[in-house]
């Protein structure tokens, strides 16, 4: 497989290439350099998709009343046996 630099440096991926890696439009890619050429990888190591996101979202109410309505209410205080 083979394509061509545009003047734009921009190239064509074969489509073999895109399918085996699940490339798709605005995908992100790293280049890494090596002796005998370039190496290409999908995505960009050490930022989890998580990562990306996190602190994005936001609530209407505070992360400690949501909590408190997906555990249930507290439950009661236990009391302490008296030694005798």
């Known amino acids: 497989m083979k394509s061509t630099v545009s003047s734009k440096g921009q190239i064509t991926l074969p489509g073999a290439v895109r399918a ?15 002796e005998d050429g370039v190496f290409v990888r999908k995505g960009v190591r ?20 949501l909590i408190d ?6 439950a009661a205080p236990r009391r302490r046996r008296s030694r005798r």
């Open 20 to 34: 085996k890696l699940g490339l798709r439009a605005g995908t992100p890619v790293e280049f890494e350099l090596r």
């Open 46 to 65: 050490g930022v989890h998709p998580v990562d990306a996101v996190f602190g994005t979202l936001k609530a209407d109410r505070p992360v400690d009343e």
């Open 69 to 74: 309505e997906m555990r249930g209410p507290p």
